[in-house]
């Protein structure tokens, strides 16, 4: 369950790192975080063998679509 309270836990810090899949949990604590007035540094982790899967491609181009609605630079790690 995510919600404000969760994250009001970071208030005293100026920014964090997030996971950032495209779906949907990660992208309302995008912007919970975003609503809290943190720097969010997002960051998308690629654990796909198959960089050409569907899945993990479209996953990718998600969330990079919800990184642009916040002006910030989606920054992918590469642990396949």
């Known amino acids: 369950f995510l919600d ?3 994250l009001s836990r970071f208030s005293g810090s ?7 899949s495209g779906g949907v949990d990660s ?3 995008l912007y919970l975080a975003h ?12 654990v796909s063998e198959n ?15 919800v990184a642009s609605k916040f002006n910030l630079k989606l920054e992918l790690v590469d642990y396949s």
Do not use: M, W
């Open 35 to 46: 609503e809290l007035g943190l720097k969010v540094r997002p960051v998308y982790i690629n």
């Open 4 to 6: 404000k309270s969760f």
């Open 14 to 20: 100026s920014s964090v790192v997030l996971g950032l």
């Open 51 to 65: 960089p050409d899967a569907c899945r993990s491609t479209q996953d990718y181009l998600d969330a990079l679509h």
């Open 27 to 29: 992208s309302v604590c």
